[in-house]
C-alpha cells in the first residue's frame, strides 16, 4: 500500500533510534520488518493465528539475506579487511612510521608529515578508519607529545590521517557503494585514486605551511649525526617498500583488468600472510585476533546491508522515495544546485551519523535522480566519498576523535581533539569545490583505463 506519511514516520523513528544508541544494522532490521508487516499487510485474507505469520516481509527478509550473501562484490570485504588486520598485528606501520620520521626529520613538522604518509599507507592497506586512528593514537600522539608537539596539532593530524582509509583504494567504503548503487568497483577505485591523493597532499601541505608560520606548534627535532643516509635508505627499504609493493601490486591488478576486487583481495590477504612471516611477526595468536575481527566487521557490514535493502524496499514500497523525488524535483534545480543540495544534506548527517547509515540509507535517496540532472554517477560518488571523510571530523559524532580519545583517555581533552580537526574540514570542502571546477580529477583515469562512461 503507498502510504508516503507512514514512510516518512519510519526514517524519523530509524534517525532517532540510531541516536539513542541502538545497532544500526538491527534496527534497520526492526524498523523494516514492522513498517513492512503493516505495509504487506492483507487484513482480508487474516481468518487465524497461522494466518498473522503469513506476510511477505518474511519472503523479503529471506530473499534480502540470500542475495546479501551470494554478491560476489562484497566477497571482497572480508579479505581486506584480513590482510588490514594481520598488517597492523605484524608491527610493520610501527617501523614504518619510524623510518619515515628519520626521513622527514629536516622538513618541518616531520614527525606530523610521517604519521600522514604512514595513516595513508596504511589505510590503503587496512580501510579500517577506527584501527588506524587507534593505532596511530597509540603509535604516533606519543612520540609527538614526547617532541613538545601541540596536543591539539598532533591529534588533528591523527585522526584527519586515519580517515584517509575510506577514500583511498582498496576502500571498504567503495566496495559497499558499488554494491548499493550497482557500479562498477574497478571504475570506482579509479575514480578514487586521484581525490585521495590530493587529500592527502593538501593535510601534508597544511601541515608544511602551519609549521612554517607556527613553529610553536611542532618544534623541530635536535640534530642527530648518528643519523646516515645509509641507515635512513635501509630502513624505507625493510619497512615501507615491502607493504607499497603489496599495496601497489593489488590495486595494479584490479586497475589493470586482470584480477576482480575479490581476487585481488585473496592476494593481497596472501601477500600480508606473507610479510608477517618474513617480519617474524606471525603467531598462531596474531592470525586467531585477524580472523575473528575479520569475522565480526564482515558480520556487521552483511546485516548492515540485509537491514539496509529490507529497509529501503519498504520505504520505496510505502511511497518515500517518490515523495522525495517529486519534492526534489518540484524545485526546478540546476544540476550544480542539485549537487550542493545533496552534498549539504550529506555533510550535515555526518554531525549525528556515520558514514555507514548516511550510505546505506540516504544515498541511494538520491541515485534515481542523477539521470534527471545529468549527473555522472561516478563523479556524484567521488563527491559523496569525499564528503564522508567529514563524518568522521565533524562533531559531536566525530568518530576519530572518539576512538583517539579512547586510547589516549586522560592525555588529551575531547575538546582539544576538535578544534584540532576544524582545518581538515575545510580542507575536504576546498577539495571538494576543487573536484567539481575540474571532473577529471575524479573521472580522468577511470575513462582512460575503462573507456568512457555510457550513461
Keep these: 500500500m503507498t502510504n508516503p506519511e507512514v514512510a516518512i514516520l519510519m526514517l524519523t523513528m530509524f534517525i532517532f533510534l540510531v541516536l539513542l544508541g541502538f545497532p544500526v544494522a538491527f534496527t534497520l532490521l526492526a524498523m523494516g520488518v514492522g513498517f513492512g508487516y503493516y505495509a504487506y499487510l492483507d487484513a482480508g485474507s487474516i481468518h487465524g493465528v497461522t494466518d498473522v505469520l503469513n506476510n511477505k516481509i518474511f519472503y523479503l527478509l529471506n530473499q534480502n539475506t540470500y542475495s546479501v550473501m551470494e554478491n560476489d562484490t562484497l566477497v571482497a570485504i572480508p579479505l581486506f579487511l584480513f590482510m588490514g588486520y594481520v598488517v597492523e598485528r605484524a608491527n ?94 574497478l571504475r570506482l577505485y579509479a575514480a578514487a585514486v586521484f581525490p585521495g591523493l590530493i587529500l592527502a597532499g593538501m593535510y601534508i601541505l597544511y601541515v608544511l605551511l602551519r609549521v612554517t608560520f607556527q613553529p610553536s606548534v611542532a618544534p623541530r627535532p635536535p640534530k642527530d649525526d648518528s643519523i646516515t643516509m645509509g641507515r635512513i635508505y635501509r630502513d624505507l627499504l625493510v619497512s615501507f617498500v615491502p607493504l607499497t609493493v603489496l599495496i601497489m601490486l593489488v590495486l ?105 547509515e548516511i550510505l546505506i540509507i540516504f544515498v541511494p535517496i538520491f541515485l534515481p535522480m542523477l539521470d534527471n540532472f545529468n549527473v555522472n554517477p561516478y563523479f556524484f560518488a567521488m563527491l559523496v566519498a569525499l564528503n564522508l571523510q567529514t563524518s568522521f571530523l565533524t562533531p559531536p559524532m566525530a568518530m576519530s576523535a572518539y576512538y583517539l580519545k579512547g586510547v589516549l583517555r586522560g592525555q588529551i581533552e575531547l575538546i582539544q581533539i576538535f578544534r584540532g580537526i576544524m582545518p581538515y574540514l575545510g580542507i575536504v570542502i576546498f577539495c571538494m569545490v576543487l573536484m567539481y571546477q575540474f571532473p577529471g580529477i575524479a573521472l580522468w583515469l577511470p575513462d582512460y583505463l575503462f573507456g568512457p562512461y555510457v550513461q
Excluded at 622538513?107 to 595513516?119: E, K, V
Excluded at 593505532?135 to 614526547?146: E, K, R, S, T, V
Aim: overall charge neutral; proline content about 4%; aromatic content about 10%.
Design 92 to 185: 610493520i606501520v610501527n617501523r614504518l612510521f619510524e623510518s619515515l620520521q628519520l626521513a622527514a626529520r629536516n622538513l618541518p613538522g616531520s614527525m606530523a608529515i610521517a604519521a600522514l604518509i604512514t595513516c595513508a599507507v596504511f589505510s590503503t592497506a587496512s580501510g579500517i578508519v577506527g584501527a588506524v586512528v587507534t593505532l596511530m593514537g597509540l603509535l604516533a600522539f606519543p612520540a609527538m607529545a614526547g617532541a613538545n608537539y601541540n596536543k591539539s596539532f598532533a591529534s588533528g593530524v591523527i585522526c584527519a590521517g586515519g580517515t584517509l582509509g575510506i577514500l583511498i583504494p582498496p576502500s571498504i567504503m567503495l566496495i559497499v557503494y558499488a554494491a548499493i548503487a550497482e557500479l562498477s568497483p
Design 252 to 356: 595494479g591488478s584490479i586497475l589493470g583488468g586482470l584480477a576482480t576486487p575479490a581476487e585481488a583481495a585473496a592476494m593481497g590477504a596472501l601477500g600480508g600472510l606473507v610479510l608477517a612471516v618474513l617480519y617474524r611477526a606471525l603467531t598462531w595468536q596474531k592470525v586467531k585476533e585477524s580472523v575473528f575481527l575479520t569475522a565480526k566487521a564482515t558480520a556487521m557490514v552483511c546485516w548492515m546491508f540485509v537491514g539496509s535493502w529490507t529497509f529501503a524496499s519498504v520505504f520505496s514500497y510505502l511511497g518515500g522515495h517518490d515523495v522525495i523525488e517529486h519534492f526534489v524535483l518540484s524545485l526546478n534545480m540546476e544540476p550544480w544546485q542539485f549537487l550542493v543540495l545533496c552534498q549539504a544534506i550529506i555533510f550535515l548527517l555526518g554531525w549525528p551519523l556515520e558514514w555507514s
